[in-house]
């Protein structure tokens, strides 16, 4: 059981090119996150989709896209990177919103 | 707005000392509220939510609405115990986490 899977888990990217991050979870769940983490900023939810169907902006969505491809996945986006989008992105899931989180293991994405 | 805090940035304890990490939110209503924990090189895994009155890894969380804190203590810390923890209140509104800023705890030997 993997769990929520996310790829890839490095990635260098130059300023203005675009790239997708994958998540999958193979739980079942309903509802799917993505959050960055910032030095001193604890985790700010980007996307997130509270069922198939759906995607709504979190904290801080501008620069982003997100598409729930169906129940197990949910892709993050960056169509012009930015190195202030140099981060860590963690996607997550949950049975239904307001349950505990299931979190992938990160991808660590710097923009230079 | 809704916030939580974190005072501390850094805890360092000895082992077998007692341990508490700070939580304070300020949130209207009554949020269900959760810790998380990152140890080093692993994923972000939820460690305990407040409804639940468990005691997980010797960890627990008394929620204070008075003080609107919800500390979480330990009354022997291990090294193992070492890693990221984050407090998360549930905003009942949007059913969104709210994640405050982390407190890194090393307990020395």
């Known amino acids: 059981n993997a769990g929520v899977t996310q790829t890839p888990k490095f990635q260098v990217l130059k300023t203005g090119q675009s790239m997708t991050l994958q998540c999958a979870q193979d739980?079942?769940?309903?509802?799917m996150y993505w959050y960055r983490q910032d030095p001193g900023m604890g985790l700010r939810l980007i996307y997130y989709?509270?069922?198939?169907?759906?995607?709504d902006k979190g904290e801080v969505p501008n620069g982003y896209n997100v598409s729930r491809l169906n129940k197990r996945e949910f892709s993050l986006r960056l169509e012009s990177a930015a190195p202030s989008q140099t981060s860590v992105y963690f996607c997550?899931?949950?049975?239904?919103?307001?349950?505990?989180?299931?979190f992938g293991s990160g991808t660590r994405l710097t923009v230079v | 707005a809704q916030r939580v805090t974190q005072p501390e940035k850094l805890l360092s304890v000895f082992k077998g000392a007692p341990v508490e990490l700070k939580c304070n939110y300020s949130?209207?209503?009554?949020?269900?509220l959760f810790w998380y924990v990152q140890y080093s090189r692993q994923r972000l895994q939820l460690l305990l939510r407040?409804?639940s009155r468990e005691s997980i890894k010797g960890f627990t969380a008394d929620l204070n609405k008075g003080e609107t804190s919800f500390h979480l203590k330990k009354p022997f810390a291990q090294e193992e115990d070492s890693a990221m923890y984050y407090c998360?209140?549930?905003?009942?509104?949007?059913?969104?986490?709210?994640f405050g800023t982390g407190t890194r705890l090393k307990v020395l030997a």
């Open positions: 739980m079942n769940h309903n509802s």
């Open positions: 989709s509270a069922s198939e169907g759906t995607t």
């Open positions: 997550a899931s949950s049975e239904q919103e307001g349950f505990g989180y299931t």
């Open positions: 949130y209207s209503g009554s949020p269900e």
């Open positions: 998360a209140p549930l905003d009942s509104g949007t059913y969104k986490y709210i």
């Open positions: 407040h409804i």
